[in-house]
């Protein structure tokens, strides 16, 4: 008779932890209660009790992954109704007219931040056609969404990875719909690819002045905004990212149950992997209880975990702190840890001093996408 | 002592995570935000038209000129130059101007469209280049950065490629 796991923690006590994230959900979406419409208000109420309810979960369960994963989903999912619908309202259309590139209305995005980044700093030139400022037409401006993503790379590193960026959820989603990998076996250098990439990128748009990534290779462009197809150029643009989206982020999830887009493509997610290096919180293994059976190995989303890394009691730089090897740990050998102190000796004061930072920014940056999109949605639905 | 250090060291950073996650939404975003809003950047002229060298003012409205964009060697923009007529609301049903655009006291382009203010219209027009400083472009819409006549709602921004092989002569 199979006996049920014993709860992690009693109601109570994971009441108590949870009560810091409710009362800041609440201070995130006071603003939204006193100046919304009734759709945005129902869709702050919903955010908040759904990332309340989830960290309420992940301390009741112990687990980290099985909650968060369905934020991430969700935020993966949800953002592109609420962006496409907003495109849609204001212009007609997903795609982007130059009218809109040359007076500087096109939203920017983190994900072109390595792009710009050395003519930026040697010819202080910004190689995106938006704006630095927030404008009423483009309130997405260079200087916001950079400021953004910076304090959130603070606290989060390589964990933006899996609790901040609004496109790794669509190919979670899709890795998480078969029970087991039908392409099981995956050659370990593909994880450097997105090192070769980010490379290509950088030294490519720094040459040619365009954002390469943005202008050609992002498959989320096919989920988000894209240039007009008025030319031959666009159109083959338009055919790259649609193949890339369905590939990397549709199919291969799909087969593989990985992200394969994140970890065997994505520029940004190696850059990202850098901040992992200044970050305080990481995964490590007690060597003492590893048994070597891989299933954290197996349930890592990216290949962030090597045979060899494992030994070590590390994960690779591209861990993005996920938490599914933990999860998948039967033995607690993968622990959460804070550097500096001793593998596997309060690793749960660590996974709590990383969550209340991590989740925290997760419902505010996340929590805004998906309220937005839920009253969105209920716009669209006729609802008010 | 040194394990007690790095102890220290460790929930320290661990505690400035925290703080730094707290202040994000009140002021730190806000504060990153300005300190790259004030890091002296600018748009590539690509994609802004650069830097406004003159402007003209008509009946009711005004023709903007830019200083001439001269891109980068491996750039896939040809140079060129930017011309505002704006606001939009005043101008008239069709535009014909000749334009000075190098401040010469002669004039460098002859550009004449027809206003069309329907929603989601897209305007042609042509421009004539009245010396070889510039390329003539007939039928001219969305070609490209270089070769351009839209409306972007607050203004027709008009873009004229240089002659580069008149210039290299």
């Known amino acids: 008779m199979n006996v049920p796991a014993p709860a992690y923690r009693t109601i109570g006590r994971s009441a108590l932890l949870t009560l810091p994230i409710a009362l800041w959900a609440l201070l995130m979406f006071t603003p939204t209660f006193r100046n919304a419409n009734r759709n945005q208000s129902i869709g702050a109420a919903v955010v908040i009790l759904f990332m309340t309810g989830l960290f309420f979960m992940m301390m009741r369960t112990g687990a980290t992954y099985r909650w968060r994963r369905i934020f991430f989903v969700a935020l993966g999912f949800l953002f592109p109704v609420g962006f496409i619908t907003s ?31 050395l003519p930026a700093a040697f010819a202080r030139t910004v190689i995106f056609p938006g704006s630095i400022l927030p404008s009423a037409t483009n309130p997405h401006s260079i200087a916001v969404m950079i400021g953004l993503w910076f304090a959130l790379t603070l606290v989060m590193g390589k964990a933006w990875c899996s609790y901040a960026c609004f496109f790794g959820g669509i190919e979670e989603g899709f890795a998480g719909i078969r029970k087991r990998a039908k392409i099981r076996k995956l050659d370990p250098r593909l994880r450097l690819i997105p090192w070769a990439i980010l490379l290509f990128v950088v030294l490519l748009s720094a040459a040619i002045y365009e954002p390469v990534y943005c202008m050609w290779l992002c498959p989320f462009k096919a989920v988000t905004e894209f240039p007009a197809v008025r030319s031959v150029q666009t159109a083959l643009q338009f055919v790259v990212f649609i193949v890339l989206f369905a590939g990397l982020v549709v199919v291969l999830p799909f087969l593989t149950k990985k992200r394969t887009q994140c970890g065997f493509f994505c520029p940004f997610g190696a850059f990202q992997s850098i901040f992992n290096k200044i970050n305080p919180f990481e995964i490590r293994f007690n060597r003492e209880k590893c048994v070597d059976c891989t299933l954290c190995q197996t349930a890592c989303p990216t290949m962030a975990l090597s045979a060899d890394s494992i030994r070590e009691g590390k994960t690779l730089l591209n861990c993005m702190k996920c938490g599914a090897c933990v999860d998948a740990c039967k033995k607690d050998a993968a622990v959460w840890h804070l550097k500096g102190t001793e593998v596997g000796v309060k690793p749960e004061r660590a996974r709590l001093l990383f969550l209340y930072g991590a989740w925290g920014l997760a419902t505010m940056f996340g929590g805004s996408i998906l309220a937005n999109s839920l009253a969105t949605m209920l716009h669209l639905m006729h609802w008010n | 002592m040194r394990k007690r250090m790095l102890l220290i060291l460790a929930y320290g950073g661990a505690a400035l995570t925290l703080i730094i996650a707290a202040c994000t939404p009140f002021f ?41 964009v001269h891109t980068r060697a491996l750039q896939r923009v040809d140079p060129f130059v930017q011309i505002d007529f704006k606001p939009v609301a005043a101008l008239p049903a069709v535009v014909d101007e000749e334009v000075d655009l190098d401040g010469d006291g002669l004039n460098d382009v002859h550009v004449t469209f027809a206003m069309d203010r329907s929603p989601g219209a897209k305007l042609r027009g042509n421009v004539v280049a009245l010396n070889d400083k510039y390329q003539t472009l007939m039928d001219v819409g969305a070609d490209s950065f270089s070769q351009l006549l839209v409306n972007t709602g607050d203004e027709v921004v008009v873009r004229v490629p240089l002659n580069t092989e008149s210039a290299s002569r």
């Open chain 1, 87 to 117: 495109l849609i309202a204001e212009r007609g259309t997903m795609s982007i007219p130059i009218e809109r590139m040359v007076s500087g209305d096109t939203p920017f995005c983190f994900m072109v931040t390595p792009s710009i980044i």
């Open chain 2, 28 to 68: 730190l975003m806000g504060a990153f935000s300005s300190a790259v809003a004030h890091a002296g950047l600018h748009i590539d002229a690509a994609y802004s038209g650069g830097t406004i060298a003159r402007t003209y003012e008509r009946h009711g409205y005004q023709i903007v000129v830019h200083v001439p």
